[in-house]
Nanobody, 127 residues
Framework: QVQLVESGGGLVQAGGSLRLSCAAS????????MGWFRQAAGKEREFVAT????????DYTDSVKGRFTVSRDNAKNTAYLQMNSLKSDDTAIYYC????????????????????WGQGTQVTVSS
């Protein structure tokens, strides 16, 4: 059983930056692909970014490409989401998720792919 805890959310002005962290425990971190999702008020949870277990396979939703960077430190059992040039549309609860992966090349973009989820961290961008 993998436990995930997000941190780093908060209130930031448009154009600012935040770095989210996702600390994992209870499993062998480098066997799991990691994903970031977000859910704005009244909307469905949507994919933001994913990173393969080896850190080499990365994908983003179009709206964050060039602004967000996903990374991981397998030695620290932690995944990160660096968010720059934040916009009011980025306001949401951000969740990290983990999925057991059999290959370094695998990355997953569907919510249904993921088994383990964190509790979420609120990101609010003021305009």
């Amino acid at each position: 059983q993998v436990q995930l805890v997000e941190s780093g959310g908060g209130l930031v002005q448009a154009g600012g930056s935040l770095r989210l962290s996702c600390a994992a425990s209870g499993g062998i971190f480098n066997l799991y692909a990691m994903g970031w999702f977000r859910q704005a008020a009244g909307k469905e949870r949507e994919f933001v970014a994913t990173i393969g277990r080896g850190g080499s396979n990365i994908d983003y939703t179009d709206s964050v490409k060039g602004r967000f960077t996903v990374s991981r430190d397998n030695a620290k059992n932690t995944a990160y989401l660096q968010m720059n040039s934040l916009k009011s549309d980025d306001t949401a609860i951000y969740y990290c998720a983990a999925k057991f992966s059999v290959a370094n090349s695998q990355a997953f973009t569907l919510r249904s792919d993921y088994v383990y989820w964190g509790q979420g961290t609120q990101v609010t961008v003021s305009s």
